[in-house]
């Protein structure tokens, strides 16, 4: 285990509704970043955040929120839910940053909220 | 964003060894991962290999890097059933993003 966990592990959403999804990161680690996969497809980075600010971010509209709280924990927020949002989302954590020690950073991950949009 | 890619199945005998290929596209490419995804989990990492590194070896599991032809491989000796999973190759460019494969199925026939 990785000692990634989130929360909840499914979800059930109509189209137009937000969701809100949990991450608490591993002991020690201050970055979190958030990826969607989608059924059969590698995962595909959202946004990471390094210290309660967003560190990066890939190709996903405005709706597509996040944060990160002084314990390190996150949130990810997608409003206006569409069907193409159906996914399992991953946080994942890890120690490095904006300035990393690079033979430390490696990313670990949660099991992943299952979200359905119907 | 940066191309990584992967065969999308492989199929071995129980005892053979596996060879999971991957190829990727960005030559500034600082660390390279391989992930193991079983049914309805996470990913969880299996190993990884710096950029200026050639092989990497870790009990059955050994990692091939050829960073001229930008490919990586996994090898997996003595192939058990529970080694059947997704496996996802992924690369961390210098500004510290992850690009993930689209993933290898692997299946092992008993």
């Known amino acids: 285990e990785t000692g990634v966990t989130q929360s909840p592990t499914h979800l059930i959403k109509t189209r137009g509704q937000q969701v809100t999804l949990r991450c608490s990161s591993q002991?020690?680690?201050?970055?979190v970043s958030w990826y969607q996969q989608a059924l059969g497809q590698g995962p595909q980075f959202i946004f990471q955040?390094?210290?309660?600010?967003?560190?990066g971010r890939g190709n996903f509209p405005p709706r597509f929120s996040g944060l990160q709280f002084p314990n390190y924990s996150s949130e990810l927020n997608v409003n206006a839910l569409e069907l193409d949002d159906s996914a399992l989302y991953l946080c994942?954590?890890?120690?490095?940053?904006?300035?990393?020690?690079?033979?430390?950073?490696?990313?670990?991950f949660g099991p992943g909220t299952r979200l359905t949009v119907l | 964003g940066e191309d990584v890619e992967q065969s999308l199945f492989l199929s071995v005998r129980e005892g053979d060894s596996s060879v999971i290929n991957c190829t990727y596209t960005d030559s500034s490419s600082t660390y390279l991962y391989w992930y193991k995804q079983e049914p309805g989990a996470g990913l969880q990492l299996l190993t990884y290999?710096?950029?200026?590194?050639d092989m990497k070896q870790d009990q059955r599991l050994t990692v091939l890097l050829n960073k001229k032809d930008k490919h990586l491989s996994l090898r997996i000796a003595d192939t058990q059933t529970g080694d059947s999973a997704i496996y996802f190759c992924a690369e961390k460019d210098i500004g510290n993003q992850f690009y993930f494969g689209t993933g290898t199925s692997l299946t092992v026939i008993p």
């Open positions: 002991s020690g680690h201050n970055t």
């Open positions: 994942a954590s890890s120690l490095g940053g904006s300035y990393i020690t690079l033979s430390t950073d490696t990313q670990y």
């Open positions: 955040y390094y210290r309660e600010e967003e560190n």
């Open positions: 290999i710096f950029s200026n590194m």
